[in-house]
């Protein structure tokens, strides 16, 4: 009898050993966002993809400022994003996700009473109920986390818990938290993450919000900072692959593959990828994954960037950074007139400035009644010799009715000299690669997939 109860303690504890150790790999779908109603014309589309980007651009060079005020046309159907959906909760809700590589914050739409204002989706998003869930509480305001979101001391963002009162019940301080286009707010919860086939995984600390504007969805925030996804679930690694923007309005998925655990000093790389290593955060932006991006080229030829936006300085600007929640890459005013100028020269198009002001790109040449277009090829090297060479859909997209013109899917970034990253790469740029964030070896592995 005590023999066989010894033998099913030992199967039972080999098998669970045998799952913790082969189960640490969570693959969900990842597809492009698609709110209701359906997508508006194409120009109106552009045109908000241009000044969202923008917008984001703006922000993420200072995010301390409030973007509350960017006068941005964002509306739900035309946020050129891709979502992931995670469950959250005991039992588990489902909710569409965002993902967004230079944000830390993870919050959702919660509560019945959830209001987004200018979201232009009726229905409203999915909203998640913490009243429905067992395991959710408000996240302590004397709890080390809650500094997270506020950058005060406990003694004075905890007006009410005296110091000699470690069991004081207030609750960490509501958020407010810009976007660059919008804004949300409510309060933090600290929740239960469901990865099946994973055990489940508590004390998640993620943002109930309760209301907010111009945010189509929920977001995922897989940053470098300590409230970070990544972060809060010490990921190893985590990769994708963005599916062409061409699959807008179809249902096609990816894979949004999250790595838990293995061997913690693996420094094995994927088969066929090429790795960068990140660069070194300026103490501004601990959130951002920094690419040491080197040199253009078009057309083979190279693109002269001034040796300042090459590298972030210590305060904090210049540097590349990849943000799988802009749509459209982003350059500053002196990188962009470079690329542009040695595009304009090489094309052999004419211009097309009616294009230019409705869809506000710029360059656009007028392609009307070509069979094959062509433009010559755009490239990023990184340090080490990395070289990442872009699909010509990756920069270039046909405008217009009849597809007569063809501009260039990058926005120049005049925000001013304020700082922040000098390029941002977007998720245009992005299409068709599988991207792997190998965060224990702190690098960045690409190669260019049929996703
Ligand atoms: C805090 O709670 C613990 C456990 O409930 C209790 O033993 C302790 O006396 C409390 N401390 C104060 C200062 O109220
Ligand atoms: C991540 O690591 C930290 C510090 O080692 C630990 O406190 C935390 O529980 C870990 N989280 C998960 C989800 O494993
Ligand atoms: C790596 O690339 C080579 C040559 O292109 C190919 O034959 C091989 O199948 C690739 N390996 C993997 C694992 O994709
Ligand atoms: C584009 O080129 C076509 C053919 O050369 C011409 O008919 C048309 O007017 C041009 N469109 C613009 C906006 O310049």
């Given amino acids: 009898m005590a023999s066989s109860l010894l033998l099913f303690i030992t199967l039972l504890h080999t098998s669970l050993l045998i799952r913790s150790s082969t189960s640490t790999t969570v693959t969900l779908p990842l597809a492009h966002f698609l709110p209701n109603p359906v997508p508006p014309s194409q120009l109106k589309l552009l045109n908000s993809l241009v000044s969202t980007s923008l917008a984001r651009a703006k922000f993420l060079k200072s995010p301390q400022q409030p973007a509350i005020n960017a006068n941005t046309p964002l509306s739900a159907h035309s946020y050129g994003a891709y979502s992931t959906p995670l469950s959250f909760g005991t039992p588990p809700q489902t909710i569409p996700f965002v993902i967004q590589t230079a944000t830390d914050f993870t919050w ?244 097309d400035a009616e294009m230019e002001s409705r869809t506000g790109l710029t360059p656009c040449f007028n392609v009307s009644g070509i069979q094959t277009v062509s433009f010559p090829e755009m490239s990023l090297y990184f340090k080490g010799g990395a070289k990442m060479a872009l699909p010509l859909a990756n920069y270039f997209s046909f405008m217009g009715e009849s597809s007569e013109a063809v501009c260039l899917t990058v926005v120049k970034d005049e925000s001013g000299a304020s700082g922040g990253p000098a390029v941002i790469l977007g998720n245009y740029q992005m299409q068709n690669f599988y991207t792997e964030f190998d965060l224990r070896n702190g690098r960045f592995g690409y190669k260019p997939q049929i996703c």
Avoid at 129 to 158: D, Q
Avoid at 284 to 293: D, G, N, Q
Avoid at 316 to 332: E, P, R
């Fill in 108 to 351: 959702l739409p919660c509560t019945h009473k959830y209001i987004c204002k200018d979201c232009n989706s009726p229905p409203p998003p999915p909203s998640f109920i913490p009243k429905a869930s067992s395991s959710a509480r408000f996240l302590p305001c004397l709890n080390p986390k809650c500094g997270w979101f506020h950058n005060t001391e406990a003694s004075s963002r905890c007006q009410d818990c005296q110091p000699e009162s470690p069991n004081c019940t207030q609750v960490c301080p509501p958020y407010i938290i810009s976007s660059g286009s919008g804004y949300t707010g409510g309060v933090l919860l600290s929740e239960t993450l469901d990865l099946t086939p994973l055990k489940p995984i508590p004390d998640f600390i993620i943002g109930c919000s309760v209301f907010s504007s111009k945010q189509p969805a929920g977001v995922l925030g897989l940053g470098r900072g300590p409230a970070s996804f990544p972060t809060q679930l010490n990921l190893t690694r985590f990769s994708y692959c963005l599916l062409s923007h061409r699959f807008d309005d179809t249902s096609k998925t990816s894979n949004l593959v999250l790595d838990l655990g293995g061997p913690t000093t693996s420094s094995q790389k994927t088969p066929n990828l090429s790795y960068v290593q990140f660069t070194r955060n300026p103490p501004a932006f601990p959130t951002y994954y920094y690419l040491p991006l080197r040199k253009m080229t078009v057309g083979g030829r190279r693109v002269k960037i001034p040796y300042k936006f090459l590298n972030p300085g210590t305060d904090g600007s210049g540097g590349t950074i990849i943000d799988s929640g802009s749509a459209f890459s982003s350059m500053a005013g002196d990188v962009f007139a470079a690329v542009s100028t040695e595009l304009v020269t090489q094309a052999t198009y004419v211009r």
